[in-house]
């Protein structure tokens, strides 16, 4: 399976925003992961659909967006008329979940569940068929910069091996605390989709960080 890197944007300056998206597009970055945060699913306020609307405008960046917000389903349709290529809401939301796969795939837009750290893998066995990717939180959802969270691993190598089961191919995708240490244990473990905000946009060489990134090499 191919691994792809996705740069968490919440690490970006964002009074060079435009210049940081040239970036990411010069050092063969997958995809832009977008955090939306509500300030009620989590305790922690982002941005949200104008912000997306614009760099939409900006950049052909397959648009990963994570949606940590109470309602998704209410959103859903509206972050994918803005410009979304993929949408991860939280299978701990408020929101009916078969409903919100549904909104989302209606749109032509890629479905992916996102799980807590606490959150079994099983919570979402029974929508794997119907998903293109699982977000797996390697951290508490809410702020960039934390410690990846080792436990989480066994969840993904059961997730993956769930996956391998019943014959899909669905992307795993981890997000929180990914660098050049840990992300040879979150590949080991199955994930393919690696979120990176805080190590991608500190390093000096965004490109060979990325490439590390896919590798799972120490530098
Ligand atoms: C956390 C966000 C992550 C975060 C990752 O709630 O979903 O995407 O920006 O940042 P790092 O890579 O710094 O942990
Ligand atoms: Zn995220």
Redo the contacts with the bound molecule.
Sequence with gaps: MKNYVSA?V??ADMLDFRNEIRKLEKSDIDML?F?V?DGIF?N?ITFGLPVLQQVRSATDMTLDV?L?IADPLKYAKRFAEFGADIISFHIESESDTLETIKAIKECGVKAAIAIKPATPAEAVYEYLPYLDMVLV?T????????SFIPETADKIKKLREKVNSIGIETDIEV?????DKTASIVLNAGANVL??????FTSDDMKSAAAVLKEGKSC
Excluded: R
């Excluded at 979120?195 to 991608?200: H, K, R, T």
């Design positions: 968490s919440l690490s992961h955090d945060m989590v922690n994570h940590m939180m951290v508490e959802p809410g702020f960039g910069g934390q997000d929180g605390g990914i660098n979120v990176s905000g805080s190590y991608l």
